[in-house]
């Protein structure tokens, strides 16, 4: 059992940054990636970014390529999102998942862990 914390939201001006952590519980965070998601009101929940489980490759939405950053340490059983150049419509609930590396399809993968997420507000 894996369970994930989001922290890092919060409330922002439109062309400002936020970096996302999401802490990871257990001893074998490396043998999982991580995925990054957000739901918008009103609006399905949708991949943001991912990265494997060495963080040899990280994968991004197109929306956000360029602007996002995903990374982990894996000797603090951590996974950021760094957000720079924040737009309004990247306000939303953003989720941290975990998917153990044998279940691993691509980053559009079925997640096995998911957190509560943590809210972000881009204000314009």
């Known amino acids: 059992q894996v369970q994930l914390v989001e922290s890092g939201g919060g409330f922002v001006q439109a062309g400002g940054s936020l970096r996302l952590s999401c802490a990871a519980s257990g001893r074998t965070f490396n043998s999982y990636a991580m995925g990054w998601f957000r739901q918008a009101p009103g609006k399905e929940r949708e991949f943001v970014a991912a990265?494997?489980?060495?963080?040899?490759?990280?994968y991004y939405a197109d929306s956000v390529k360029g602007q996002f950053t995903i990374s982990r340490d894996n000797a603090k059983n951590t996974v950021y999102l760094q957000m720079n150049s924040l737009k309004p419509e990247d306000t939303a609930v953003y989720y941290c998942?975990?998917?153990?590396?044998?279940?691993?399809?691509?980053?559009?993968?079925?997640?096995?862990?998911w957190g509560q997420g943590t809210q972000v507000t881009v204000s314009s």
């Open positions: 990265v494997t489980w060495s963080g040899g490759s990280t």
């Open positions: 998942a975990a998917v153990l590396r044998t279940h691993w399809g691509g980053p559009r993968a079925e997640y096995d862990y």
